[in-house]
């Protein structure tokens, strides 16, 4: 028996929905909205409404009847801390991220529209590895100050389904491996998967710089910008995500830009490159101290694991650690979908959020 699944990832400025039949896609496509309609709202939950009926009218228009569905999955949104997994959506999930989400992220309709549409033809509603999946031990929560806590919020969807198609690709049981896994897109989270959990990780704010993200910067520094009375908690937020890293130096966060800048011989962008993937090998060696240095593999993953260039010379740096694979790409909506295939299949039983 197969299973039709629909997989719903809303963005800032786009929703992605995707049909598998089992692990066979059906479609793939990405909903855009102009700058203009979504200025209408003044948050990103007023648009629930909105991208439920831009859903139901592309499946209508690829001829796909919602009505063949066996479970509808949507992107985990900025729940208080979570396991990893599948969590069934219940009214108690749909209640905390209307009113109590951690902050205002589009993912956090992800649950809400599934429900909505898997609720219309009487099939289960899944969540799968939320952006707040946090699995870190006591030692690894400790900051250095006590009123700070660290956290753990990142790409842990597309991360946790990386460890697991590397492991079920070399016949492993991923529950006895160690392995690290860096996600490098527009943000980088680096996570530790220890024996089957996510023990460790580095989330954008705390770790090397990307693209669009400063990343760890020093303390004072960073105090005396913010009372210097030159930007609001607004600036310097969107200093640190939005207009740091790469950007804040070359005024793009392109990636294929800079490498097209230092094939014509900008050497100030070779540094700003070099410097990113020498913050990216630290984080990654930084895991591997964790597990005493017992790591079995390093998978680079993210858009920007696409690059050869980049990714050779970062795997330069860390291949005295283990061995390294490259699995380019955010690989979101398969995540998604396989997650909640692996419950219909009864190879995974989804968790009750309470």
């Known amino acids: 028996m197969s299973f039709k699944i629909l997989a719903i990832n809303p963005g800032s400025t ?41 859903i139901k009218k592309l499946l209508l228009e690829k001829n796909i009847k919602i009505e063949n569905l066996d479970a509808v999955v949507g992107r985990g949104g900025a729940l208080p801390p979570v396991k990893s997994g599948a969590y069934k959506v219940n009214d108690y999930m749909i209640d905390t991220l209307k009113n109590r989400a951690v902050l205002d992220h589009a993912s956090n309709l992800g649950a809400i529209i599934a429900k909505s549409i898997a609720d219309s033809i009487n099939v289960d509603s899944y969540i799968y ?3 707040s999946v946090d699995e870190m031990s006591d030692v690894a929560r400790i900051s250095g ?36 896994v860096a996600h490098i897109g ?21 770790g ?51 490498e097209e800048m230092i094939d014509n011989g900008d050497k100030n962008a070779q540094i700003i490159y070099d410097a990113m993937i020498y913050q990216m090998a630290k984080a990654i060696g930084e895991m ?27 795997t330069k740096k860390i ?22 295939l692996r419950v ?7 968790r009750e959020f309470k």
């Open 186 to 206: 527009g943000g980088a989270t680096v996570y530790l998967h220890e024996h089957g959990k996510m023990s460790d990780m580095i989330s954008d704010d705390e």
């Open 14 to 54: 786009s929703t992605k929905i995707a049909v598998y039949d089992d692990e066979k896609l059906i479609m793939n496509e990405s909903i855009l909205y102009s700058s203009e309609e979504l200025s209408k709202y003044k948050s990103n939950m007023e648009q629930l409404e909105m991208r439920i009926e831009s």
């Open 288 to 314: 591997a101290t964790v597990v005493d240095g017992k790591v079995d593999a390093i998978i680079i993953t993210g858009g920007i694991a696409h690059s050869k260039k980049f990714t050779e010379k970062l």
């Open 208 to 258: 090397p710089f990307s693209p669009d993200r400063s990343g760890r910067v020093p303390c004072i520094s960073l105090i005396e910008e913010c009372y210097s009375s030159k930007f609001t908690e607004y600036d310097m937020k969107k200093k640190i995500r939005g207009k740091g890293g790469i950007y804040s130096y070359l005024k793009t966060n392109d990636l294929r830009k800079v």
């Open 319 to 340: 291949k005295f650690i283990s061995k390294v694979e490259i699995m380019p790409g955010e690989n979101e909506m398969e995540s998604l979908a396989f997650g909640a």
């Open 145 to 180: 100050l006590k009123d700070i806590e660290r956290k753990s919020m990142g790409h842990a969807l597309n991360t946790r389904a990386m460890a697991l198609k590397y492991a079920k690709d070399k016949n492993l049981d991923y529950k006895k491996l160690n392995l690290i």
């Open 344 to 350: 219909l299949k009864g190879e995974e039983e989804a």
């Open 129 to 131: 590895d939320s952006i």
